[in-house]
RNA sequence: GCCGGGGUGGCGGAAUUGGCAGACGCAGCGCCCUUAAAAGGCGCUGGUCCAGGGCGGCCGUGCGGGUUCGAUCCCCGCCCCCGGCACCA
């Protein structure tokens, strides 16, 4: 029956919205010039994977940068707020294996669907700015970079066991691997010995730590990970000799040099390259590589277990603790990794749990070196106290013992304070086709050469056979692979890895600067007005990631002198996820929202409405079908009011100054404190869901005031308040819902965009109180409320309330033992029987 | 285990600096409009007690204590949930 619901009982949404999109886009309403009169404001919202068709997720992030961006224009703001595609990846590659489609043609036509979705929910985009990864155009320049950075050896090539994906085919970085599974596949991940390259992201550590906490428009939590990835730890670094090999020395890292003394054993990463050297005969060298052989049979998930027993082979050679020039066992256990400190550690199982737990298990000695409190009973002890056992260093605190046992250790020639970090350098080749190819050759005669910069971009090939087997697919296309020496002209054959994708996006935010820039990576000028984005908004899924990764990226172009900025993103706003019933929106949930249905059904601006209003943004959404419907309707409210007086508002003043009633004086209050509200909201922390819910509050008191106002005060100042209060919620509710606000804004006579006018600003005059309420409380219980005038004094106030009937009875005979009175808020009386 | 964030009506969520707990919305209930339905409008809606009435009493922000005239907010101890890291030496 809702099929012949004549269209009255809804406003024309998409009549209007195609209107408005099509205005905004022929008036190039949105367009970012540089102008340095004017403040720039640099609103960025993390661009998409092409994957076909946008989510909701989509649309959250998306709503909530443009209002960011909209009220910066109404601000007066300078705005670039630029729109792109993270075009290169693994799922295109799929889809070609899958289907037979060639990677380039399912990207961007997936880029053209996806990029008319968008443009469905009138997002103020320049898309003049639009920017896609793939295109040789953009990735030319990172690959001059990266020869810059193989110039400075920030980009380098070595063979190591790094994370294999099985099902994806390719190295991942550390950072891509979740609890021992691809990031986005979840497979299992194998380690797998193979060359590779790395970009030195472990060089700028320290800095990435650094600049952390100067990070203050960061989420805190974002900011721990950040912080926990890197993961500086101090210590010392210092030699174990071996007993009776004089010429071989195993060095260990310690954050802990104060417990040295109670070292009873030490014990190497079993793939640990001195192992090697230590074990010379052949019965032992054979029960090595068994042990070996079974730790790298286990998984990484297995190794990830909990309480699983710690696994050594004890080896014939011993090794000598300096401190004490005791001779000590020597194990190869799976406890140690050899990709953190030196692989190598002292063992103390007196203050290490781990140590403790291996020590206990193969019945080794435990020393303590730091005096437990009264009536511990735990096993290793890692909280304060005071050396023993230690010789010199006995009766001091841990901290001096950790100073003055390095002393010691420098002294000796031993060993020095070292900071190491959990960081890795960061992985960047894939062994996959749709990337950005690695600008090197490898000449018979030269060796690996860098491919000259007149020569770049090193365009990816077209006729590809992809199979998603057998190693990486550039290496079967020989008219690829085999180039001419850039340094000697002869036969060489190129690189067959492709880029993360990941270097794509550290870089994008600067390419959106000066997007058709032909002669660099980016416009100098154009960077510097722009950069850094004010502000950043995206999923948390990306606070390691793209994050970390960007932030480095930025350092290197800024230590290439090409940009100047040290940090690319000064505030980051990381939305939560939308959820609907308790889960992740999933296909196989079969509780997936489509933003094409919500928004042919309902409209962009409800869609956007509702994503906006039902939680903060930094917290899950729940999507709920009935509250979306709630959205329309407080939509269609509007527009009946607005339409339906449209006469009236029209030749009405724009405002009402000075009211003549009562009634008129407050409900003129309540229009200047929803602006002071909503602006609040918006400036303090993004609180698009208490912005809204008051302007709803002010579209319910302005039905209100229509309604009991009729006759109660002259029909031209009634109506000048009526718009006031409209033009109001039209300028405030705007950046929300910016087709239907701009559509009603053109109905009441105005010839220009909602969003070429000013904010609002509240009218202090009409802020101003008269009188306010006050709480009485007796004994801090609410007991009666009073109307006081503002300028009242305490004592008024104080005599105001003890004077209240409702007040009396709970005073009664009771002593009054003090009254506090909050000005303008509270009384409350206190009593003594 | 360590780090971070949380726990408020049937639900999503408000409460800016320690000062009216539950704004706004959803769901629900009642009424109005209508031949009827849809749409819309108006009102009620934390629990509980007092036969009923009230501008009523009491209880109430995960649990137990504390500080304070006053605590969702601060402190101490616990429980639970979410996220991150995790044999990191």
């Known amino acids: 029956m809702s099929i012949d619901r004549p269209a009255g009982d809804r406003y024309p949404f998409r009549a209007i919205e195609a209107k408005w999109q099509r205005i905004w886009e022929d008036g190039k309403q949105f367009r970012a010039t540089e102008d340095p009169a004017r403040p720039k404001f640099y609103c960025l919202e993390m661009f998409p994977y092409p994957s ?53 043609i399912w990207t961007y036509e997936n880029i053209d669907y996806m990029r008319s979705q968008l443009k469905t929910m009138g997002l103020s985009y320049d898309w003049d700015r639009e920017v896609t990864t793939c295109d040789p155009a953009y990735y030319r320049w990172e690959q001059l970079v990266f020869v810059k950075m193989l110039e400075r050896g920030l980009a380098y090539r070595k063979r190591s066991t790094v994370n294999w994906c099985p099902s994806c085919q390719t190295i991942l970085a ?81 954050t802990r040099p104060d417990t040295a003394f109670g070292m009873t054993y030490a014990v190497l990463a079993p793939e640990h390259p001195l192992v090697d050297q230590l074990v010379t005969m052949p019965a032992e060298r054979a029960e090595v590589e068994r042990f070996r052989a079974e730790v790298l049979r286990q998984s990484e998930i297995e190794r990830l277990a909990e309480d699983r027993p710690k696994r050594g082979l004890r080896l014939s050679a011993k090794v000598v603790n300096p401190f004490n020039g005791a001779e000590i066992p020597l194990f190869i256990a799976d406890y140690v990794l050899m990709t953190y400190g030196t692989g190598a550690i002292m063992a103390v199982p007196g203050e290490d749990q781990r140590d403790w737990d291996f020590a206990k298990r193969h019945d080794l000695q435990i020393i303590e070196t730091v005096k437990r409190p009264e009536g511990w009973t735990g096993e290793a002890y890692t909280g304060d106290g005071v050396k023993i056992n230690s010789g010199f260093l006995d009766g001091l605190t841990i901290a001096e013992a950790k100073r003055q046992a390095i002393d010691w250790l420098v002294a000796q020639g031993l060993g020095e304070a070292t900071i190491n970090y959990r960081l890795r350098d960061w992985g960047i080749s894939r062994q996959r086709y749709w990337g950005a190819p690695i600008p090197v050759l490898y000449c018979e005669r030269c060796g690996m050469v860098a491919e000259k910069e007149e020569n770049l971009p090193v365009v990816l090939p077209r006729d590809v056979q992809i199979s998603g087997k057998g190693g990486a697919p550039l290496a079967s296309a020989p008219s690829f692979v085999n180039a001419p020496c850039p340094r000697c002209g002869g036969r060489a054959r190129r690189d067959t890895d492709t880029m993360d994708t990941f270097v794509e ?79 992740k929106m999933s296909k196989s949930k079969g509780n997936v929202v489509d933003p094409d249905d919500l928004i042919r059904t309902l409209g962009a601006d409800t869609a956007r409405l509702f994503s906006l209003f039902a939680a903060p943004p930094e917290k899950d959404l729940d999507w709920n079908d009935r509250g979306v419907e709630g959205g329309a309707r407080f939509l269609n409210r509007i527009w009946r009011f607005a339409v339906g007086h449209a006469d009236v508002l029209r030749a009405a003043a724009r405002r009402c100054e000075t009211p003549s009633t009562d009634a008129g004086r407050q409900f003129r209050r309540t229009i200047h404190e929803t602006i002071q509200r909503v602006t609040g909201d918006i400036e303090r922390d993004f609180h698009f869901n208490t912005a809204i819910a008051a302007v709803m509050e002010l579209v319910n008191a302005l039905h209100a005031f229509e309604a009991a106002s009729a006759d109660a005060m002259p029909a031209t100042e009634r109506a000048a308040l009526l718009r006031e209060a409209v033009e109001a919620v039209l300028l405030l509710l705007g950046p929300f819902c910016p087709h239907v606000t701009e559509e009603l804004w053109q109905r009441l006579g105005h010839t220009e965009s909602v969003f070429k006018q000013r904010w609002p600003e509240a009218d202090g005059t009409a802020l101003a109180r008269e009188e306010v ?41 009771r002593r009054i033992d003090k009254v506090v009175v909050v000005p303008r808020r509270l009384v409350n009386v206190v009593t003594r029987a």
């Open 52 to 104: 076909g068709r946008i989510h909701m997720g989509h649309v959250r992030v998306y709503a909530i940068g443009d209002v960011l961006a909209r009220y910066k224009w109404m601000r007066g703001y300078n705005v670039i707020h630029p729109m792109g595609w993270d075009a290169f990846g693994l799922p295109a590659e799929n889809a070609a294996i899958d289907n037979g489609v060639h990677p380039a």
């Open 174 to 254: 550390n950072e891509q691997v979740e609890g021992g599974r691809c990031w986005r596949c979840d497979s299992e991940v194998t380690p797998r010995d193979i060359e590779g390259w790395f970009f030195k992201i472990t060089a700028y550590a320290e800095e990435l730590l650094a600049w952390c906490d100067r990070l203050t428009g960061w989420p805190e939590r974002v900011i721990t990970m950040q912080k926990n990835w890197i993961g500086r730890s101090e210590g010392a670094a210092f030699d174990l000799p071996v007993a009776g090999r004089p010429e071989l020395r195993i060095r260990v890292f310690t």
């Open 505 to 583: 996006s550290s870089w994008y935010f600067l390419r959106y600067c000066s997007p058709r820039h032909e002669t660099g990576m980016f416009d100098r000028a154009a960077a510097e007005y722009w950069m850094p984005v004010d502000q950043y908004i995206g999923g948390i899924e990306h606070a390691v990631l793209h994050l970390l990764y960007a932030r480095f990226y930025t350092k290197v172009l800024r230590d290439l002198a090409l940009v100047k900025v040290d940090e690319p993103f000064m505030a980051l706003l990381s939305q939560g996820m939308v959820i609907k019933d308790g889960a």
């Open 773 to 813: 309420t006050v709480v009485v409380q007796v004994d801090g219980k609410i007991r009666s409320r009073l109307s006081v005038d503002v300028n009242a004094s305490d004592a008024d106030v104080e005599r105001l309330a003890l004077a209240d009937d409702k007040v009396k009875p709970w005073v009664g005979s």
